[in-house]
């Protein structure tokens, strides 16, 4: 046995999975490239009669694609990768929205429609100084810590109550989509104090920049970008590491964990965290490239169609995750234009078909063809 | 008739003031307006009586020598009481009615009737100024209290003189007032009553009296009594209304989760089936069955049942048959099929809400006491989901089909040895939870709106409601329904509707947290998916 | 109308109950813990007195002390003691419905006993108020009747998954594999014969493979406890043989308990063999004399 061990050559410690193979690496790499550095340029320098100039709205849609694709890879990596189904990932999503919004109000100052230090809603609903929890959201980067806190919180309290009951599986779905409707309504109420069910709107700028300008607008768009990378490269990370075989573990055999000496709950708690603040963060990006929020977004059926990204890209792939919330949000947006009663035709049966026909998603079909 | 008999003499002298009296209805002053009203009022009988109730509701004519008539619906005039000859002499006029006038009107008309020789006019005529303090009406009611023989219109005339006798400056006669409303209780006195019970800013009592202030609170504890049980059986019946809905939505819900393990996205849209063909068969009935239309439920119930029952069985065949044991997907291809299913009616149906009318015999309802109506849609509600968990409980325990379905969900590899066809038994199980939705839809198109998206309103109540109680379980199902139920009608009037909705939620959720098998949790069993 | 569904009885009573005495950890069953609804009010800590006199006069290694546990009226496990000695390869042996898996269940933390304690030799602390894993981290891991390996994971990661090192979130997050861990693995590889499958996913094994690499993972977990729940279950003649060895092996520095229904394994293996009846210790002592014990050819009709 001796012998074998030195006849392999090993540094004295490495991960066992590397987070990226050479291959990977490359591939990431250019597409990082491709997303924030050709997309701009092919945006910026061509002229706009050309066939190949992407045009302001075409940049910001894909900005606010890459946002639902780091949401996706975060849900991917609670459900793909720890098997935990939450029905609620929107509601973290729009937190983080929420948190950003309230920093873009504020950044209004006295120039909306009111002409008030205060947001135009609360002099519509006469409230005559800002409520407590708004006031640190004049900070920008307290928006930021706030969209990442926020969700985090939220789901560590949540995931840790419910996990340690053993609440799991389908229970835990239908326990988070509840909480979900719970919350909505809760934001739908004036009292409140988040704009009722007219949301936060009519921002007007971002960090001191302008939220009409091009520039504004592209900087977002790469950010989203870079986002949506980074949150990807994190997720690798986590999934190659000790850890990603673990919460597989609890995906694949939940029972059997405990009995090789990991504390199951302990673990799901860090995913559905971790999930969460992702989610913030995209939903914290998202809302200045939108420009608005409202307790519409909460609603259950937008988190159910996150899972439906994750599913049709290829769940427990990551990749997947990304690519299956491209494809979706392009074929909504086409849909509504083109064929709008055919859209929820469209996205019923694919929920149907992909659980029935491609349970492992686009990539399931293409790795299976490879294989 | 308790009225004046008009001698013939004095008929040309009266009729002239009479006439005066008419026209100064016509009279553009108010005040001129509301001494005439008085006046004929005074005089009494049953053509005072047709006179002001003719003004009172617009139809009042008056032509140029002080003549009434009244204005038919159908066109013409009819002369009102002897003194008014037909053709009416032009010019006519309709006097102007202000709010005024109307009050001073009403008033009026209520003291005539008070002297009316039927006793349930008078009772009626007592309660209404019982229930609106008027002073200057105290005197006409004294009067009448001391020549009433009626028990019960004598009750009320006490009543409506305790407004007044409550701040009379004779004591005895405040505790009578007291005592009088001890004795018929109402919440309309209460504040009066409380400030006699108050004390002044220095704390000194405002009622000086001892045994005022004792009869004071007699009255008090008989209004609250009275106002505790109108709370809670208003909260009783609409807490169990609440429930039964929320148990025939649930009720078809733990047949297919409980017992078949399958999680059913699109449950709230069987639901909406059931609406819907309720209203194709009130549409129905409208179109070829006029004259019986209202009996359009009787027909509904099983068109519903089987209309849901049928779309149900082409999911399972369809769908939910492949997902076996795949617990997820099953959530998420449901959730398809809810979609899909709601664009179906929306486009056969429209966008918008689609009216299904309460037949005659289901509406309105009967006022137990004051502030308490037991609604007959409500009630009915009630019977038929007590009526629905009978019949699930009955095929369950006592029939052939429910002694399979029973034997394939506790252990399905042991009842297929035994010959028993699991996946005949899986469509049927499904089907008959699917039905039972149907018939929670029909519920909930009497009361309340039926649109595509229906559903989706009740289907997060209904898992609450199946979780809650224990996965699985008729026991439990129902007690779950009806707690929610009358826990939310409590909560609502405490902390408002939406809130209480979400108190609730994060209550059961908190429940669930604590004890994750639900209030009647099947022994022996594992919570597992 | 408390019970939608009543029992069905068709004298399989005890197969259904079995059923339920142990399910398999493969379903992703809850495994939800018995009486937890209820406040545990029996002390945390074994009384001392009660400790001393338990492992006086042996070299005692695991105690389960008057372990009693219900399901639904049904007594699986009836005031048993058990005491294990350190390095001892014990046969835990009886009928259907005995109570071997319940005993299982209750020493790993899988269920709560209604009464008694479970202490290993060195600590008081009564391990039945632990959670599983705080048990597996002392040393007592299980290897289960049916294999359970991870199945998507390869027979490295699921080796690398059962060492003793980077268990909590944090440390498995920056967790690297050193080359000692490295030479353990291989090691393990080497007794269990897996070494060319290394990289094979756990899915594809054969059966017997599967079960040689739980054994392995449970070595890899440095246990001084092993609890083996039927090893050679559906193997051939030939893994049977294997799995004795790597067994026989083990103990001496390891403390061994198999549970198992196979005579001649047990036979060929067996030091000091246990027979539970009924939840409770019916005999206790060597293959042959328990194997001639007129009570024991009573209650067990099939020892050949």
Known sequence: MQASSSNQVHRSSHRLEPVLSKAGWLAFCSLLTIACVVVPILHAALPTSSALQIPTYAVTILGKFACFAMAAIAMDLLWGYAGVLSLGQGVFFALGAYAMGMNLMLSIGSSGVYRSKLPDFMVFLDLKTLPWFWRPFDSFWFAIFAALAVPGTLAFLFGYFSFRSRIRGVYFS?????????????????ETGLGGNNGLTDFKNIYGYSLQSDATKVALYILSAAGMCGVY????????????????????????????????????????????????LAGALYV??????????????????????????GRGTLVGGALGAWLVNAAKSWFTVVLPEWWLYILGTLFIAVTLFFPRGIIGVFARSKA | MVGCVFSTATHAALADTWAADVLALGASDVNEQVRAVNRIARRGGTEAIALLEALNDTSLQIDSTGAAYRKRSSGGVVPIGPHSPMPPKPPIMAPVIDNELRRALEMTLATLRLTSPDSRVRRRAAEEIARQPNDSLAPVVRQMLVSERDVHVRRALALSLAWVDVESLDPSVRIKALLAIADSPGTAFKPAVERILSQTEHRKPVEVDAQVRAAASKALSAIRWLETWTNLLSNLFYGLSLGSVLLLISLGLTITF??????????????????????????????????????????????????????????????????????????????????????????????????????????????????????????????????????????????????????????????ASMGIATHRVDGWTFAMGAGVAGLGGVALSQLGN???????????????????????????????????????????????????????????????????????ALKGRAVEV | MNRILPQIDFGLKHLLERRSDAPPPNTGSSGVRKASWKKDTRSRVVAQARYDHLTRGRRAQLCVDDVSVSFDGFRALDELTLILDQGELRCIIGPNGAGKTTLMDVITGKTRPDSGSVFLVGDTTDLTHLSEHEIARRGICRKFQRPSVFQSHSVLENLELALPVGRGVFQSLFARLSSEQRSAIEQILEIIGLKEEREKRAGLLSHGQKQWLEIGMLLAQKPRVLLVDE???????????????????????????VVEHDMEFVRSIAQTVTVLHEGRVLVEGPMHAVQNDPRVIEVYLGVD
Request: proline residues 3%.
């Open chain 1, 174 to 190: 239908i326990i988070s989509q509840a909480a979900t409707y719970a919350l909505m309504l809760l934001f739908f109420r004036n």
């Open chain 1, 233 to 280: 490269i994190l997720a690798r990370w986590v999934t190659t590491s000790k850890a990603g075989r673990v919460l597989r573990a609890i995906r694949d055999q939940e029972a059997r964990v405990p009995f090789t000496g990991y504390n199951v709950v302990h673990f799901k708690v860090f995913a559905f965290t971790l999930s969460a603040m992702v989610c913030g």
């Open chain 1, 288 to 313: 200045p490239q939108v420009g608005i929020i409202n307790p519409g977004e909460l609603q259950p059926a937008n988190s159910i169609e996150m899972a439906i990204w994750t599913a049709v890209g």
């Open chain 2, 258 to 415: 409980g017992l078949m393990r399958v999680i059913n996205m699109a449950h709230g849209e069987l639901l909406m089936i059931g609406a819907y063909a309720t209203y194709v068969v009130q549409q129905l009935f409208l179109k070829y069955l006029p004259n019986h239309s209202d009996w359009y439920l009787v027909a509904a119930v099983p068109a519903a049942f089987f209309a849901a029952a049928i779309v149900g069985t082409i999911v399972e065949r369809l769908v939910l048959r492949f997902l076996h044991g795949r617990p997820l997907e099953t959530l998420l291809a449901t959730w398809g099929v809810s979609l899909v299913l709601i664009q179906v009616v929306r486009q056969l149906f429209g966008a918008q809400n689609v009216t299904v009318a309460n037949p005659a015999w289901l509406s309105g309802g009967i006022e137990l006491f004051a502030g308490f109506v037991l609604t007959f849609n409500r009630a009915a509600v009630i019977l038929f989901s007590l009526a629905v968990v009978s019949f699930v409980w009955f095929v369950l325990s006592r029939t052939n089909l429910g002694l399979q379905v029973r034997a394939v969900t506790q252990n399905r590899d042991m009842a």
């Open chain 2, 450 to 520: 039926v649109g595509p998206e229906l559903g989706q309103g009740y289907i997060i109540d209904a898992f609450m409601v199946v979780v809650l109680g224990g996965v699985g379980n008729l026991a439990g199902t129902f007690a779950g329904a009806m707690g929610l139920g009358i826990a939310t009608k409590w909560a609502e009037p405490v902390v408002g509707a939406v809130l209480g909705k979400i108190v609730i939620l994060v209550l059961i959720i908190l429940f669930i947290q604590r004890r994750p098998q639900g209030l009647f």
């Open chain 3, 231 to 257: 090893p050679v279950a559906g193997m051939t003649h030939h893994e049977a043989e294997r799995t004795a060895e790597i067994l026989v092996g083990l103990a001496g520095t390891h403390t061994v308990v």
